[in-house]
T-cell receptor
Framework: NAGVMQNPRHLVRRRGQEARLRCSPMKGHSHVYWYRQLPEEGLKFMVYLQKENIIDESGMPKERFSAEFPKEGPSILRIQQVVRGDSAAYFC???????????FGPGTRLTVT | GIQVEQSPPDLILQEGANSTLRCNFSDSVNNLQWFHQNPWGQLINLFYIPSGTKQNGRLSATTVATERYSLLYISSSQTTDSGVYFCAVLNSNSGYALNFGKGTSLLVTP
């Protein structure tokens, strides 16, 4: 059973470009969570989605960030007009049910130049 | 929100030594997980342990939910144990978001 998959593993963007991060949950998991780890900081929750629904986006910056989890395909975290402060590791996690153990992907390391 | 404190913040061990990492939390929890972030940045699930005791090889964990703490034991440490160990908790007030501690950074020397 494959684990949580994220791609790309490394992404470099110039200021003002868009970044798209993809996450495929573990087989049988329909709950997806995105977390961000800024340099020298711990992991912070961003958004929680189920298929086609955003359940909790309380940790998501109000501007430039959006997330989706369509009926078919991976979950996407989209960052528009990236700035240097967006440089971080973005982790996706999935669980079989809400509140159960969350399994993390390898992360996408975004660098904004 | 719920506060999660980990101690010690840093730890240096010689290979073969044992260690105990602690996680204190400020409220009742529905979910507690321990993770190891290896030097390549990957987060490895160690334990899902909202209460009780579990063991997996040289690692074991105990959560005393009524006293709001969890312990992670590493025995006969190896250099591959180096990295950062995170405790993360979830309770009804935090929705379904895991709240992470700041971690314990462990270095095991040969």
């Amino acid at each position: 059973n494959a684990g949580v998959m994220q791609n790309p593993r490394h992404l470099v963007r110039r200021r003002g470009q868009e970044a798209r991060l993809r996450c495929s949950p573990m087989k049988g998991h329909s709950h997806v969570y995105w977390y961000r780890q800024l340099p020298e900081e711990g992991l912070k929750f961003m958004v929680y989605l189920q298929k086609e629904n955003i359940i909790d986006e309380s940790g998501m910056p109000k501007e430039r960030f959006s997330a989706e989890f369509p009926k078919e395909g991976p979950s996407i975290l989209r960052i528009q007009q990236v700035v240097r402060g967006d440089s971080a590791a973005y982790f996706c996690a999935s669980s079989p049910l809400a509140g159960y153990e969350q399994y993390f992907g390898p992360g996408t390391r975004l660098t904004v130049t | 929100g719920i506060q999660v404190e980990q101690s010690p913040p840093d730890l240096i061990l010689q290979e073969g030594a044992n260690s105990t990492l602690r996680c204190n939390f400020s409220d009742s929890v529905n979910n507690l997980q321990w993770f190891h972030q290896n030097p390549w940045g990957q987060l490895i699930n160690l334990f899902y342990i909202p209460s009780g005791t579990k063991q997996n090889g040289r690692l074991s964990a105990t959560t005393v939910a009524t006293e709001r703490y969890s312990l992670l034991y590493i025995s006969s440490s190896q250099t591959t144990d180096s990295g950062v160990y995170f405790c993360a908790v979830l309770n009804s007030n935090s929705g379904y978001a895991l709240n992470f501690g700041k971690g314990t950074s462990l270095l095991v020397t040969p």
